[in-house]
Every structure is written in structure tokens, then in C-alpha cells.
């Protein structure tokens, strides 16, 4: 085999082995690998690592404190200040844990647990805020029956010994964790009617006595397994892996207006299954807020020279878009951009970015000392998408209460109609180096398996290219094959005339026109 076939025939050879695997078989087997790695198999360590998240989350509560109650009041525009951060750690488990591996699913009730870090703050700063228990009964009996208002401000008057705002001032502490006293030992009949309501239906206070007790924001989740979860595991389908089927034994939700808008979607927001497709959006359910969200990818990005991609969400806009109509607490009344009424879920509270970040001016106008910025506001993750971990995040949230000039409250007729602010809260995560160095191994391996396949890749293509190019030289060459010489004896012009006849005379063929006189001058 001439040298120009023999280099054609290695480097269609080494293309075809370099093609299957630079291309073909080396990237099956990541997939494969990530696809039964992201599992919640019984003994992967992403599955110990989704029952009990080995590191803290950050966890921070800044609150707006109000400097002006007293004239809120009687009608003029709130004052807040932000006080914070008020720094936490936040550890997350998963408790009660049981499994179907024929539907292959888990059920389990999550855990959070908050241990503060005093720092320049140490929890025993005083601070204003609107009173949540005031201003909820408020709200709910007005739109609820709006014909017991009388009664109710009879009620608030004997139970909270006629207020004069509708605030309250307490520590931080006792605002979020170890409660508020609210003495419901009250013998008119409008105030024991509210009381023994609020003792029917508060679930979450702390009982000091059988009519007195403490109310608190965050305390009664504190080390609490509060919600109950049903998810897939993703062992038969990797993209099942975490995605919620069941919520309180519920199959669907019940809050909203439209069937789509109670659905889960996603997972419960601790894992998400890999091989996310470039630029799509990854759904997931908030417990928090009764609905399933969408975040939206916004560019690529780097962390600790891994490619990921950069994520935000927001709360849309029911006012002008359909989608998020379903979210209107009621249907002639819808919130505007950037709210979330959540009347229908935990309370006559509403939600929105801190500091009304990407929200209607309606809400930042009516309130003073509001000043959303993106860097500080903004909700955003970090995906690497291949293995559908979020390595960095920043899960942003405010919640504020409606104020509502009540005709018949005392405290409340003359107040302005606006949304008052009372605090955000920021979970942030950010994974060390340490953590991300398995999926940098990864990424650096098939980096260098690529750079190698495209090397080996050109070289291959430039050997056939050259293999070629000697097969066009040679076939435009001449080839002209060598006539082999013979010996023969060397006869003289004498011999050669004068050769024999062929009847054996000498002299041969005799020319007539030369006479012997010209013979013999030879």
C-alpha cells in the first residue's frame, strides 16, 4: 500500500474514534453520571445533602421602623428607617421521612431552625412597626363583615386598652421570636368574642395562661417541622428529581382563582434536576407565598471559574398582565406591579421586593425613606445548569401591611390609604470553593477533552487534506518506461554493401549504375 493510502486510512481512523468519543460517548457519559447523581436515591450524597443541608444558610431581617406613628395616625405619610441586618444563621433538614419506592416519591416535613448572631446589633433594639395583630383583625372584618365593625372596635378598644395608633413598639426580639403579651382576660362581650375567636384559629401563639398569651412573627416557625412535603425522587426520571406532588396532603392548591395558578410546579426550592436547558426558566413552589413561581434567566455568568447562569423573578404584574391575573386577591380588585396579596394565604399582608424594588411608584411614593436599589434589592441565583445546583443566591422579600382609613375604628379612620412597610429578609448562599471544586474537575475535564478533540480533530483532517494532496501530485506525473540497450557486431559500409546473396555469390545485389572503376575507389 502506497504511503499516501496508508495516511488516509490512520487518520479516517483516528477521525472516527475521536468523533465517537470527543463527541458522542464522552459526553453520554456525563450525562449519564449527573442523571443518576442528582437522584434522592437512598446512599447518593446529594440525597444526604437535601435531608440536611451540612452548612448554614445567612440568613438577615432588616425591619422599618417608623418614626412618626403619631401622625401616621391622624393622616400624614409614614416615615420609616431601616434598622438591620439582624444576622442569623438558618439550618434546613427534612424530618418524618418516608418512601414509595413504587411511585417513587418521599414525604417528609421541613425544618427550619434560626440561631442568631449578635453583632452590632443585639436584638433588644426598640422599634415601631404597624401592630399585625391590630391591623390583621381590621382588615379581615372589613372585608370579610364589614357590618361587625362597630363590635370589632369595641373589641380593640378592651382588648389593647384603647390605642391611640395602630402600631406597636416593642425589641426585636420580642417582635419576631419570643412574642408579644396580648392579655385577652376581658369580660365584655365584644372583646371576649374576639378573643375566643383568636383562640380558635391562632394556632401559633404561645400560651402563658389560659387567656394570656404571646404572638410573634417568625417564632412559632423556629425549630418547628411546619409544612409536609411530597416529591419525587427521580430515580426512574432524572427530571423529577425534587418536583412537589403533594403540600399538606393536598394535590392542587385551593388560594387561587384558576386551577393552573393552584398547581405545583418544580421542586420545594432546595434541588432542582440537572441538564437544565440553556436559557429556560426553572419553576418552583413557595411554601410562604401558596404559589408556584417561575425564574427567569437574564445572561451567563462566572463563580469560581464555573459557567453558570444568572436567574431573577418578581411577582409581575396583575393589573395589565392575564397570566397573573389569578393572583388578584379578588376580581375586581388586583394588586399593581410587583405585589402579591396573600390575604388568601397567610394573611392580609403583601409581598413585594424590599424596599418595593421593580414595583408600581404608587407603593415607593407613599411611603418615605424608601429607596430600592438593584445590587441591594434584587432576587437572583446562580445555576449551573449542567448539575442544576445554585451555587450563589440572594432570595430577597418584603412583607408590608395596607393601611385603610377606617370610618368606624378609631385607630384607623384617619390613617392614609397606602402600603406600610414593616421588613425584608435575605437568604444568601455562596458556596466555597471546597464545595464548587467537584463540578470546576468537572468542567476543567471537559474543557481538555474538548481542546484535545478539536487538535486531534484538525491534525486528522489536515493528515487526510496532505494524503490527498501527494495523491494529486503522483497522479499528474509521466511515467515512461526504460527501453533495455543490446550489443550488436559493428559491421563496415564494405560488408555491409558487399554482403552475400542470397544464392551465395559474393557481392550480394549488384547495382548496375556502379561500374568497377568507382568500386575501386573505396
Known amino acids: 500500500m502506497q504511503f499516501h493510502a496508508r495516511l488516509a486510512l490512520a487518520c479516517g481512523i483516528i477521525l472516527t474514534c475521536i468523533t465517537i468519543f470527543g463527541w458522542v460517548a464522552f459526553p453520554n457519559l456525563i450525562k449519564s453520571k449527573i442523571k443518576t447523581g442528582v437522584a434522592l436515591k437512598p446512599g447518593n450524597e446529594i440525597r444526604e445533602m437535601y435531608m440536611k443541608i451540612p452548612f ?105 386598652k384603647k390605642p391611640q395608633t395602630p402600631f406597636m413598639t ?123 413561581m417561575s425564574a427567569r434567566f437574564i445572561g451567563d455568568s462566572k463563580y469560581n471559574g464555573i459557567p453558570v447562569s444568572r436567574y431573577t423573578l418578581d411577582f409581575g404584574d396583575q393589573s395589565s398582565n392575564e397570566e397573573d391575573k389569578c393572583y388578584c386577591p379578588a376580581p375586581d380588585e388586583c394588586m399593581k406591579k410587583g405585589a402579591l396579596d396573600l390575604r388568601k394565604c397567610s394573611g392580609p399582608i403583601v409581598a413585594t421586593m424590599p424596599h418595593f424594588y421593580n414595583s408600581d411608584p404608587v407603593y415607593i411614593n407613599g411611603v418615605k425613606g424608601i429607596n430600592p436599589e438593584k445590587d441591594k434589592h434584587e432576587l437572583y441565583l446562580l445555576f449551573e445548569t449542567m448539575s442544576g445546583s445554585p451555587v450563589s443566591a440572594r432570595n430577597r422579600l418584603q412583607f408590608s401591611i395596607p393601611f385603610v382609613p377606617m370610618p368606624k375604628i378609631d385607630v384607623m379612620k384617619n390613617v392614609p390609604d397606602t402600603l406600610v412597610p414593616m421588613f425584608w429578609v435575605e437568604e444568601s448562599i455562596d458556596l466555597n470553593k471546597t464545595l464548587t471544586k467537584p463540578l470546576k474537575t468537572l468542567y476543567t475535564t471537559m474543557k481538555t477533552v474538548r481542546i484535545i478533540s478539536w487538535l486531534i480533530l484538525v491534525g486528522t483532517i489536515g493528515g487526510l487534506g496532505y494524503a490527498g494532496f501527494l495523491y494529486y501530485k503522483r497522479s499528474r506525473e509521466i511515467h515512461i518506461t526504460p527501453v533495455k540497450n543490446v550489443s550488436q557486431k559493428k559491421d563496415n559500409v564494405i560488408s555491409t554493401v558487399m554482403s552475400k546473396s542470397d544464392d551465395g555469390v559474393k557481392g550480394g545485389i549488384s547495382n548496375p549504375g556502379v561500374s568497377d572503376n568507382e568500386i575501386d575507389k573505396y
Not at 439582624?86 to 434546613?92: P, T, V
Open 56 to 160: 448554614p444558610i445567612t440568613f438577615k431581617i432588616y425591619v422599618f421602623n417608623v418614626t412618626n406613628p403619631n401622625e401616621v395616625a391622624k393622616g400624614q405619610t409614614p416615615i420609616v428607617q431601616e434598622v438591620g441586618p439582624f444576622m442569623f444563621e438558618e439550618w434546613r433538614s427534612k424530618v418524618f421521612v418516608s418512601e414509595d419506592e413504587e411511585d417513587d416519591t418521599m414525604t417528609f416535613f421541613s425544618k427550619e431552625t434560626f440561631i442568631f448572631k449578635p453583632g452590632t446589633l443585639t436584638g433588644n433594639e426598640v422599634l415601631t412597626i404597624p401592630h399585625p395583630l391590630i391591623v390583621a383583625i381590621l382588615l379581615t372584618v372589613m372585608r370579610d363583615k364589614p357590618s361587625a365593625m362597630n363590635l370589632i372596635n369595641k373589641a380593640m378598644n378592651s382588648i389593647f
Open 170 to 292: 416593642a425589641t426585636f426580639k420580642e417582635i419576631f421570636f419570643d412574642g408579644v403579651i396580648v392579655n385577652c382576660s376581658v369580660t365584655d362581650f365584644a372583646g371576649k368574642a374576639v378573643c375566643t375567636q383568636l383562640k380558635t384559629e391562632g394556632k401559633d401563639f404561645q400560651y402563658i395562661e389560659e387567656n394570656v398569651f404571646k404572638f410573634s412573627l417568625l417564632g412559632s416557625k423556629n425549630a418547628s417541622a411546619s409544612n409536609k412535603f411530597k416529591v419525587k425522587r427521580g430515580v426512574k426520571d432524572y427530571r423529577d428529581t425534587g418536583r412537589v406532588v403533594e403540600y399538606n396532603d393536598m394535590t392542587e392548591l385551593n388560594v387561587w382563582t384558576t386551577k393552573e395558578c393552584n398547581q405545583f410546579r418544580g421542586t420545594e426550592g432546595t434541588i432542582f434536576p440537572g441538564l437544565i436547558p440553556h436559557g429556560s426558566d426553572i419553576p418552583s413552589f413557595a411554601a410562604m407565598l401558596c404559589r408556584s
